[in-house]
């Protein structure tokens, strides 16, 4: 059976993972964003603290500092091992079923894989603003300082393993302005390309040419009038 991967990059506060998750729902499939980590975590015998968005640094890498274990080891060596492993365990996921992959530059990962449908999610900075005051209790002056970071840390992580612009519409299938479309609305244009992939038909359109006997026949009956 057809196995499709949807990946979803999202700026901080437009609400790509709770997308991610409802529409891992609707389409009953598989869904993956901290279960990635909590899997790495195990492998490697850490505490999944150490994953936090807290202990991550300027450059969205992950810092050893407090964590005895890899206190020997660099920060570069340690968040390549981690994205090697992230990597191994997405493509692992693409063999073997349709998911949702949300971040760990999943989009880039699955660049060659074509049953892939790769979603950029952003939202109008006002909009995220809102977000993260409900989330954080912040003032509007920390909020703003909270998005614009954390969309800093990500797109520096991505591009420092990728080597391409995190956000670029030229790498993605997909790119979605949250702040105009309902969370349903998303999922459900999603879930339609998803169809396409998998080769489901829909009911919708299954009549558009119902009518096109009975206008050729008027058509003819006009003329010879």
Do not use: P
């Not at 999603?190 to 206008?215: E, S």
């Amino acid at each position: 059976m057809k196995k499709v991967i949807i990946t979803i990059s999202r700026q901080f506060g437009s609400n790509g993972q709770e997308i991610g998750r409802q529409l891992a729902e609707y389409l009953d499939i598989g869904y993956y964003n901290k279960e990635i980590m909590k899997q790495i975590a195990a492998d490697l015998r850490i505490d999944l603290k150490f994953f936090s968005e807290g202990n991550r640094n300027e450059s969205g890498l992950y810092t050893v500092s407090g964590f005895t274990s890899w206190s020997k080891m660099t920060e570069l060596s340690v968040n390549s091992q981690i994205f090697d492993k992230a990597s191994a365990f997405i493509q692992e996921i693409a063999k073997r079923e349709s998911a949702v992959i949300v971040g760990r530059c999943a989009d880039y990962i699955l660049k060659e894989y074509e049953n892939c449908i790769s979603v950029f999610c952003y939202s109008d900075l006002e909009d995220r603003i809102r977000w993260s005051i409900d989330e954080y209790h912040a003032s509007v002056k920390k909020a703003r300082k909270i998005v614009l970071e954390q969309d800093q840390k990500r797109a520096n992580f991505y591009e420092f393993y990728t080597n391409r612009h995190w956000g670029d519409a030229k790498n993605y299938d997909l790119m979605i302005n949250t702040s105009r479309l309902s969370t349903k609305e998303v999922v459900e244009l999603i879930a339609a390309i998803y169809d396409q992939k998998m080769g489901i038909k829909q009911f919708k359109g299954a009549f558009q040419n119902q009518y096109i006997d009975q206008k050729i026949d008027t058509t003819q009956h006009l003329m010879e009038e």
